[in-house]
């Protein structure tokens, strides 16, 4: 009996954690809050906003001037607009590493109070969520409906398509309806609906328009969406056909090694350590390579490898 009651007491020490750990989540679970479709969740309008986005954009996505202003007025005039005619499309297109996912992700986090994990806010990404040709039928339909249900429970749901540029273009034909100027569409409204498309598609434009601007002695911060716009468009032509649903076509640009810096910067407190401008600089160099070959002012993978790599890069 007391040897029995001993074991009991050890199992119930050693597994106390456990038990409590499990009745926490529990609790968790029964008294955390539900997300509800109301402006305890989500900005729901523009009274004030546009200053924690311009915040956010200044202060983390770096080296794009372009990007930033364009975002800002396009979600800002979105927001502040009651009767929006269309769901708001914004189409990203830039090398890898470039910020593009980061930017959706501040736009995400100054819309809906979950960010990310925000129940009306819906991720795909075309290589993984559709990637048999064969079945772009079933995928279409599942993807309308999926869009349809979601806005008819919330109208201000966003939907991100990250590798647009490998989308089918059957899937694309499928949501373009839902982007364009239809008071409704089956009873259902998608005025207050956001479609964030990204891609690399534009990638090359971009880059090759940067260094000959700058090989023409021009400043960064000088090359406008309008010196870009027109290449994209044409080549979102290619996407979205000739129904034009895409309200701003948003070139990212490539990084250059002082961004490559403030990354670093930013990855060293990421990993605890005390941020060293001297030591950046000094292993912006190495971390990533530039093209083109003789001037090495390009990042070729972005800001994007320096997370994995930086530890190597520190000792
Ligand atoms: N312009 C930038 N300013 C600050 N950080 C950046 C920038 N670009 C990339 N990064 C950082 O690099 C990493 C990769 O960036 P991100 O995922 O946004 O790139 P992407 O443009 O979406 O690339 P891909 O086309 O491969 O999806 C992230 O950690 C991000 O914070
Ligand atoms: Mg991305």
Redesign the pocket.
């Known amino acids: 009996m007391q040897l029995a009651l001993l074991l009991f007491l050890l199992v119930g020490t050693c597994r106390a954690d456990y038990f409590f750990g499990d009745l926490k989540d529990w609790f968790d679970k029964i008294t955390a809050p539900n997300e509800y479709c109301n402006r305890e969740w989500i900005t729901l309008d523009g009274k004030g906003y546009g200053k924690g986005l311009e915040a956010d954009l200044g202060r983390?996505?770096?080296?794009?001037h372009i990007a930033s202003d364009v975002i800002l007025n396009a979600m800002t005039g979105f927001m502040n607009n009651d009767n929006p005619k269309k769901s708001l499309v914004l189409s990203?297109h830039?090398?890898?590493?470039?910020?593009?996912?980061?930017?959706?992700?501040l736009i995400v986090k100054n819309i809906f109070k979950k960010g990310m994990d925000s129940r009306f806010v819906h991720f795909f990404d075309s290589i993984i969520n559709f990637p048999h040709a064969s079945l772009v039928e079933t995928y279409k339909s599942q993807l309308q409906n999926w869009i349809r249900g979601n806005v008819t429970n919330c109208a201000h749901s966003m939907f991100i398509f990250?590798?647009m540029d490998k989308m089918h273009p059957g899937i694309i034909d499928g949501i373009k309806p839902f982007m364009d100027y239809h008071y409704k569409l089956d009873g259902v409204s998608y005025q207050k609906a956001i479609f964030l498309f990204?891609?690399?598609g534009g990638g090359e434009i971009i880059r090759e328009s940067t260094l000959v601007s700058w090989k023409a002695g021009k400043k960064r911060e000088e090359l406008k969406l309008e010196d870009l716009e027109t290449a994209l468009s044409s080549l979102g032509f290619v996407y979205y056909g000739e129904s034009i649903v895409v309200d701003f076509f948003i070139p990212?640009l490539p990084?250059e090694r002082q961004?490559i810096v403030?990354?670093i910067m930013?990855e060293m407190v990421a990993m605890g350590l005390q941020p060293d401008h001297n030591k950046a600089c000094e292993i912006s160099d190495k971390i990533v390579n530039y093209i083109p070959d003789d001037e090495r002012r390009i990042s070729v993978p972005?800001?994007?490898r320096?997370?994995g790599r930086l530890w190597h890069f520190m000792q």
Do not use: M
């Not at 983390?60 to 794009?64: A, D, K, M, T």
């Open positions: 983390y996505l770096f080296g794009q990203f830039g090398r890898a590493g470039t910020g593009k996912s980061l930017a959706s992700q990250d590798e990204l891609s690399n990212f990084l961004h403030q990354c930013v972005g800001c994007k320096i997370a």
